[in-house]
């Protein structure tokens, strides 16, 4: 049943989810758009969106869809996804309210996926820890930091990545860092695979000095990316055969400021696609960003490769690894 088709399968899964979000205690709402939960500000409708607020109940939802056979995604903040104008036919489960509580053990620091990443800097800089100071304004949860192995200014959060605890079978389970293949803007969880928190392991330094360093990447960050939101960040990865970077490329292109009707080419940051107004589209992001792919493929020789998550309301949806199909 991953993609209802007709009027008594929709009863029936609406059915079944209704169950299960009263048997396992969650928030089940209809009637939301990715244009309110992406900081894009675009995307169509949602059939439902999932909100546990422990652990235990996000590994409990994905097992119950997983064993119904109904399709789901996990959703941060949305800060790094691209998700299109039509209707949503799957669940999305958002991380926003398992939030938890910050635990700390001297070096040790462990975190829910749905924590803020720019709090938790703050807060472990406070703590007097270092290691992520250089994410300090990256817009995002600490879940979708670690999907994504998020980076800036000589810091990546899988570098410090203790464990990661996981959703397998219904029950939370913890996984070693070094089982996981931390590379550039990429992590090697399988697709299916719920990420629900982590322990960091951060080295000890003077509090003033973090907070200094954290506060200089920040303005450096204020000084070269567009801010008030309305982007994904970098859309593209830097190429690993250019020395030179994806935003430099598109830069020296003349492209700062191109559009496509309401989504502009940053004129701070090439790299940064931006929205606007309040009916700003998914599909006017993807044509721009294609055309900025053409156009480096044609002049650069250069095939560049999306950073930012593109969701299409007929790909395919995530299940539980542990159920079959
Ligand atoms: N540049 C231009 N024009 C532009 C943008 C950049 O000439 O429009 C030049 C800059 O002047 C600089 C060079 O390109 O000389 C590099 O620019 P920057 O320092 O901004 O770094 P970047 O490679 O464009 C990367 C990450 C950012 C991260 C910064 C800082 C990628 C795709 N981008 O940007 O990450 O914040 O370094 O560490 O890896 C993200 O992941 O979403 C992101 C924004």
Redesign the pocket.
């Known amino acids: 049943m991953s993609e209802p088709t007709n009027e008594s399968q929709i009863e029936q899964r609406d059915a079944a989810i209704g169950k299960l979000a009263a048997r396992l205690g969650v928030r089940a709402e209809r009637g939301r758009r990715f244009a309110e939960l992406t900081s894009l500000r675009v995307g169509g409708s949602i059939d439902w969106v999932i909100s546990p607020e422990t652990e235990a109940q996000a590994a409990g939802v994905v097992h119950a869809l997983g064993e119904a056979g109904i399709g789901w995604r996990a959703l941060g903040s949305g800060s ?1 996804v691209l998700a299109d104008d039509c209707e949503h036919h799957y669940v999305v489960l958002s991380l926003k309210d398992l939030k938890g509580e910050v635990h700390f053990d001297g070096q040790l620091v462990q975190v829910s996926a749905g924590y803020s990443l720019p709090r938790l800097c703050v807060d472990v800089a406070r703590q007097g820890l270092s290691g992520i100071e ?1 994410l300090g304004g ?1 817009p995002g949860t600490v879940g979708g930091a670690l999907w994504m192995n ?5 810091h990546e959060i899988g570098k410090v990545t203790e464990t990661v605890r996981v959703a397998r079978g219904g029950q939370v389970v913890e996984i070693r860092g070094s089982t996981v293949q931390w590379n ?2 990429h992590a090697s969880f399988a697709e299916g695979e719920l990420l629900l928190g982590a322990v960091l392991r951060l080295q000890p330094d003077d509090p003033e000095k973090i907070l200094a360093r954290m506060e200089e990447a920040k303005s ?2 204020m000084a ?2 567009p801010h008030g939101g309305r982007s ?3 859309f ?3 190429p690993p055969e250019s020395s ?5 490329i ?3 292109m003349g492209m ?1 400021g191109a559009r496509r009707g309401t989504a502009v080419v940053s004129p ?5 696609i931006v929205t606007e107004g309040e009916n700003a589209r998914a599909e006017d992001a993807l044509a721009l960003a294609e055309e900025i792919r053409e156009r480096v493929k044609r002049e650069q020789g250069i095939e560049l490769e999306y ?1 930012v998550e593109l969701w299409r309301s007929n790909g395919p949806p995530k299940r539980d690894p542990d159920v079959p199909e």
């Open positions: 790094n250089g990256i998020a980076g800036a200014y000589e550039y803007r450096r960050r070269t990316q994904a960040g970098c593209f990865k830097n030179v970077g994806t935003g430099k598109i830069d020296e700062k701070v940051h090439a790299n940064f950073e």
